[in-house]
């Protein structure tokens, strides 16, 4: 779980895996000390892992591209999968174990959708509102369009097939890359229609809000100081 302050949700995010049985590690992208701090102070009392990224790199956040690499060095090391949640989502208790049992021999990725808190498709899976009836009877679908990283597992056989240190170091995010490698290199990407986990859209960058509320602001900011690139 990558995580840059935001605490009020991020540690709502924490508490749901925690509770859920699962280890986790989170890489705390140069949140503010006091936050940073706070933390720690959970990693003490929890079965968490706090990486802070400022310890190993003076580049200015997001560091997503360095959290993907040591995410899946160590990943590939245990011979286990890879599942990144943002900190601005709230899983459920068998959200986890239930994508972990979609994997088998060719699948890239599997996603969680999500939702917001009436129980409808949110962002990045906001398209699927108008597509709600096509996929009815479907609860697990496989899709080429493009994934976010919000919930999703990355099986250990896209790990071992997609370098990590290949990604664009001028891009910020790179849901958008890495599902498209998965599917170029043969591999299938599920999304989990009937396993939705709660999301705060932002919530870490609240700036990135002005896409849907001031465009012409949001991408004025984009150009200028060339952020949020994907």
Known sequence: MPVKDS???????????????????IYDDNSQIDNAKRLDEMASK???????????????????????????QEALALKKHLVIVESDVIIQSETLN?????VQ???????????????????????????RYRFLSKQTITTKKRFSFCCTLLTNELLQKADFQ???PTKNWYDVTISHWSVRLG????LMLDNPVLHFPHASRPWKRLKYTHPLRYYWRKITQHKDRI
Do not use: W
Not at 53 to 58: F, K, P, Q, Y
Not at 98 to 102: H, P, T
């Open 46 to 72: 929890m079965q968490i892992q706090v990486v802070h990224i400022s310890d190993l790199t003076d580049h200015p956040s997001p560091n997503y591209r360095l959290v993907l690499q040591l995410a899946q």
């Open 187 to 190: 591999l299938r990407n599920l």
């Open 98 to 102: 239930r994508m972990a049992a979609e």
């Open 105 to 131: 021999e060719g699948i890239g990725m599997v996603a969680a959708v999500t939702v917001d808190e009436d129980n409808e498709y949110n962002f990045p899976y906001h398209y699927l509102r108008r597509l």
């Open 7 to 25: 605490l009020e949700i991020a540690e709502k995010a924490i508490h749901a895996i925690v509770a859920s049985g699962h280890t986790l590690c």
């Open 166 to 168: 290949d990604l664009d």
